[in-house]
């Protein structure tokens, strides 16, 4: 018995090494900057305890977006999460809360620098808006959200690095 059992697991290792391959599309290409802030022209304190000013440099960015005509604007969190190959990937820019998260899954690379995705933006368990834009490294995408405590959320995405 003792024999046929080890006859066994003998078969089981040599003739199945797909079950120890490594999945290719676990394989990471590349990392993504999400960033979620809060636009108002109200009190910027009702976005709470959580929010940080704006780094100068990318507050200057958001004032120049058309449309954008906000008098304050408040960092409320970011995530840099991995690009994997071939699975949907998700960020948490509002942690330690998932009320607010992005899934994003490459579609096709363009080049070095450009990689197509589909986002999709979701709150409250429920899916808000889903894009396919073609990101370029080291440009930010900014998406506007829902209203949100007489304010605006704002969505900025970025290829941090995309790997060979």
């Known amino acids: 018995m003792v024999m046929k059992i080890s006859l066994l697991y003998l078969v089981l290792c040599f003739l199945s090494p797909s079950l120890w391959a490594e999945d290719p599309g676990m394989k990471s290409i590349g990392a993504m900057n999400v960033q979620l802030f809060f636009a108002t022209n109200e009190d910027p304190a009702a976005a709470g305890g959580i929010a940080k000013r704006v780094p100068e440099i990318e507050l200057k960015k958001l004032q120049a977006i058309q449309g ?3 008098k304050h604007y408040r960092l409320m969190g970011r ?3 991995e690009i994997l190959k071939g699975y949907e990937n998700w960020a948490t820019p509002l942690l330690p809360s998932k ?4 899934s994003f899954q490459p579609i ?3 080049g070095d620098k450009k990689l ?3 986002l999709e933006y979701w709150q409250s ?3 808000v808006f889903s894009v396919n834009p073609i990101l370029t490294m080291g440009k930010s995408l900014y998406l506007v959200g829902p ?3 007489k304010g605006r959320l704002i969505l900025a995405v970025k290829i941090e690095k ?3």
């Open 108 to 110: 096709r690379k363009s």
């Open 125 to 127: 368990k429920r899916k």
């Open 162 to 164: 995309l790997n060979e």
């Open 147 to 149: 209203e949100w405590r």
């Open 116 to 118: 197509q995705m589909v």
């Open 99 to 102: 009320e607010i998260l992005v």
């Open 79 to 81: 995530d840099m999460p």
């Open 68 to 70: 954008l005509e906000f």
